[in-house]
């Protein structure tokens, strides 16, 4: 499909930045605009891929912000998402709105402006067009603190509400013992790009002529309208530089046999056993994959790779998996591409433990939030007042 992406906040506009750098690197175009939203000059001003004038600041007329960002107080990115929303309005007039499926707002959801920001600009774009608002949005890790996790369970409400769908990615799931955080972030939106561009990519062009299971953006769109929270699972293995015309003959000859049956099988059971292996891998969160209402499997990759009995056995067994009717697949043809890539998005998933255990430690962190703060304000008082009273405020 074709898509406009807006990112909000520091992680919101890397992992947009990776997003496009991961389209160029395939030669895929499904992003047909790009914007970059923060309330931190000096991030936006690290990014690569999006173009400059469509690198927005906001909040710079507010006290609490000055070009340093929302100090992790989604409050303020809410306050100044709203508040500078014509300036951001203004910039997505550039989005060629007729050749867009829809939107994709991506943000991470521990700090503030993301935070804040992204569920208020989903909204906006709610009521101004009438093309689909999915949501990415990226979960702090436990390590992060109560903070994060109060931050990241009231947005996911918000943001969940605000959009037709939202993907989420779990940093906790993905972190990685000994990375820097920089480096850590680094890869992990490598990975959130790979798995993102690999499923919304599919449909972009009208690839019916080339492959017969061609996807069509319209089973996407179908299996993101489920509202919700959906996860994305993913694998891929390299393609032999051997075509498989010759691959064909060679079994010819080493088997006797007249046509390529063996290479066939060989196709099936590698589509059908790239499917498994994603959806029993690492998923972009954590799921119960039975509680998915629909998915959708995209199959990507140089169409000589292709299996359409594969395809037909892959979805069969995701439907077991699932136990639901509702798994659609397809092929997403790329000639040329080195790996065969198989994306499934497993949509509105209810059973979320990573999402539970977050609301928890929200729900500890805002009683610790306000203990604190009374007891601060009772040691202030303490400090302040004379212990025997006698003395009056002026
Ligand atoms: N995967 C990933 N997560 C990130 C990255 N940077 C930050 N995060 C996560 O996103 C959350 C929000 O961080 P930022 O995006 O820096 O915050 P912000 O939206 O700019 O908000 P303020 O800085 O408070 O204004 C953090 O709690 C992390 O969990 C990144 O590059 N990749
Ligand atoms: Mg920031």
Known sequence: ???????????????????LAFEEDTGRSLWRFALAVNSAEIDLAKLDHVPRDNRILI???????KGRGAGADPEVGADIARRDH??????????????????????????GTGSGGAPVIAETLHDRYAEP????????????????????????????????NLICFDNDTWRQHGDSVEMGYERTNEEIARRVVTLLAAGELDGSQISEAAMDSSDVKRTLATGGVSSIAFASSEVESR????????????????ESGPDENDLTMK????????????LTVPAEIDSAERSLIVVSGPPSEFSQKGLRR????????????????????????????VAVLLSNVTRVDRIDALQDQA???????????????????DLITDDAGELDPI
């Open 363 to 381: 729900v500890d962190a805002k009683s610790n939030i306000q203990q604190q703060a009374d007891t601060r304000e009772d040691e202030i008082n």
């Open 1 to 19: 499909m074709n898509l406009a992406v807006i990112g909000f906040g520091n992680a919101g506009g890397k992992v947009v930045d990776k997003l």
């Open 133 to 164: 608002v999915y949501g990415l949005g990226i979960l702090p890790s436990a390590d992060e603190g109560g903070r994060a996790a109060f931050n990241a369970a009231r947005s996911l409400t918000s943001f969940t509400e605000a959009t037709e």
């Open 59 to 65: 909040g710079q007329t507010d006290q609490r912000v």
């Open 314 to 341: 892959a979805r069969e067994w995701l439907e077991r998996e699932t136990d639901s009717v509702e798994v659609l697949a397809g092929d997403d043809p790329r000639e040329g591409a080195d790996r065969l890539s």
């Open 86 to 111: 014509q300036e951001i309005e203004r910039a997505m007039d550039g989005v060629p709105i007729h050749d867009i499926d829809g939107f994709l707002v991506v943000a991470g959801l521990g700090g």
């Open 243 to 258: 075509t498989r015309e010759q691959r064909g003959l060679i079994n010819r000859f080493t088997n006797g046999h007249e």
């Open 271 to 282: 589509i059908h056993g790239l499917v498994r292996k994603a959806v029993t891998s690492r």
